[in-house]
């Protein structure tokens, strides 16, 4: 096989990077050529009426500048010539187009409080369970359908002749070849999708008064979007390459980078800022169990991804932003590693996922509240917020896997953790201490390593994502965790079953 060389860029909700990997024979290797933070950003705006409202969006501009930081990166450090480039991003947001190609709002960010309130919205216009039947996805503030009806309710003057909305992976993809369409596995995660057919749906979109012809065509992972435009190429100094669509949900391609032997007896968390936890399953599950947990049936890369959307680090990294707030500076994760380390075990508990903590001022006095509401004492100290979420999290993991074994009718034997939570020993751990399961770890940079192997597709480097796991295995270090002191951990998750909302 000659060699092959592809570009991978990972876009999250607090940084991005980009990678180099290479096909040579037998071998894979891949590198991290160009890395770049970013997060929401917040400000006041002044809207109709005078009314002063507080919105977050993201910096589109600075995001597709770093990709052409990556692509020059490339093309001077690396190689001239790219055979393919796959973006994957966050699972929210959308940017709408005039048909000129230029931006007609901002491309809000999924944490803004314009959806405050829009799932009642969507659910007093369609029956919750018949959406659910339809789609397959439980109901998330950030959710597509709640985006676009809030964009019908609230700036409808919009929706001219040729307009059109491009998902946040899609913003990027059309600005390197002019594409705007989207593959199945983000256009699954709307709750717009019929998940038997993989189709927009025309009962979804009419109850919600979204115009279909605003939506891009979905496509399949490995579909060609275009070839990179000339003068962004030449300002590179690279080919033409081909842009290929991967799977641009970053959880997509995590959990097709897990390392896994069964999937039926394994449960996969995509740990990072949120936590993605679910299983892979042959085809969706949208009984009134499913409904009642809010599961989500995501489309995978040959399969369907029965998961829960759990918060993740996003307390941890909201704590140490407020406490950076009160020292003047950021304190380092060795420190806030040592004191959690230190911390009084199980000093309190919360449900992660408890509504207040999605968007707080301050995820402190959040963390009070809840524990004052729940006649329990507040952590004493920043060692013990700490240690205190990661246990919760490890809490609700079980507590996902126990309903997903349920419903599924699988029952889980080995946990992987992929993603840049796949690093944190602590709660890798706790994972395997609360779920009484071993945890498998790595690789760290998951979502990268499926985008690149869906791209291997493309490029029939690999025949099937099968063919992948020798080359993960052997590229990347994994970590084995095996389950401790079951019978604290049990007693905890006792205590902590009754804080749990839904």
Not at 453 to 472: F, K, N, P, R, T
Request: glycine residues 8%; aromatic residues 8%; charged residues 20%.
């Amino acid at each position: 096989m000659s060699k092959k060389r592809v570009f991978a860029v990972d876009l999250g909700a607090s940084g991005g990077k980009c990678f180099a990997a290479t096909f040579d024979g037998a071998s894979f290797t891949m590198d991290e050529i160009h890395r770049f933070a970013y997060e929401s950003v917040t400000q006041h705006v002044i809207e109709r009426k005078n009314k002063l409202v507080e919105r977050a969006i993201w910096d589109q501009p600075y995001i597709q500048h770093n990709i052409g930081e990556g692509l020059l990166a490339h093309g001077r450090d690396v190689c001239d010539h790219i055979d393919s480039i796959g973006i994957d991003t966050w699972g929210a947001d959308f940017q709408l187009m005039s048909g000129d190609g230029e931006p007609l709002c901002a491309h809000y960010a999924y944490r803004d409080h314009r959806l405050d309130g829009m799932i009642d919205k969507v659910k007093s216009r369609i029956d919750p369970a018949r959406i659910y039947e339809i789609t397959g996805i439980h109901f998330q503030p950030f959710n597509l359908s709640n985006q676009l009806l809030w964009l019908v309710l609230n700036r409808r003057e919009l929706l001219l002749p040729d307009v059109f909305c491009l998902p946040t992976p899609s913003v990027f993809t059309h600005a390197l070849c002019g594409s705007r369409k989207v593959d199945s596995t983000w256009a699954s995660i709307t709750q717009l999708v019929d998940a038997a057919n993989g189709t927009w749906s025309s009962e979804v979109l009419a109850a919600l008064d979204i115009p279909r012809d605003i939506l891009p065509e979905i496509v399949k992972p490995t579909a060609l979007l275009g070839v990179l435009h000339a003068p962004i190429a030449e300002s590179a100094g690279i080919n033409q390459a081909d842009v290929v669509a991967v799977g641009s949900h970053d959880t997509a391609s995590a959990f097709a980078a897990a390392p896994v032997t069964s999937t039926a007896e394994a449960l996969i968390i995509s740990s990072g800022t949120w936590s993605l936890v679910g299983k892979l399953i042959p085809a969706p599950i949208t009984n009134d169990d499913a409904l009642k947990f809010n599961m989500s049936n995501e489309g995978g890369i040959g399969n369907t991804r029965f998961l829960r959307n759990c918060m993740g680090t996003w307390i941890v990294q909201e704590l140490r932003r407020i406490w950076r707030g009160v020292d003047g500076k950021a304190s380092s994760w060795e420190d806030l590693n040592r004191a959690t380390q230190k911390a009084k075990p199980f000093a309190a508990m919360f449900d992660p996922d408890d509504e207040r903590f999605y968007n707080p001022s301050d995820m402190e006095t959040a963390i009070v509240e809840f524990c004052k509401e729940t006649k329990q004492a507040p952590p004493a100290n920043r060692g013990e917020f700490l240690r205190s979420t990661y246990e919760s999290l490890a809490l609700k993991y079980r507590y996902v896997n126990e309903e997903a074994s349920r419903i599924s009718g699988e029952e889980t034997k080995v946990v992987h953790i992929v993603g840049g939570g796949s690093k944190n020993k602590l709660l890798n751990q706790f994972t395997a201490n609360a779920t009484g399961l071993p945890v498998v770890a790595g690789p760290e940079e998951a979502t990268a390593v499926g985008n690149i192997m869906v791209q291997a597709l493309a490029l029939g480097v690999i025949e099937s994502l099968e063919d992948s796991l020798s080359l993960i295995r052997g590229a990347f270090p994994i970590e084995d965790y095996t389950p401790a002191d079951p019978d604290v951990w049990n007693q905890a998750y006792a205590r902590f079953q009754p804080l749990v909302r839904g």
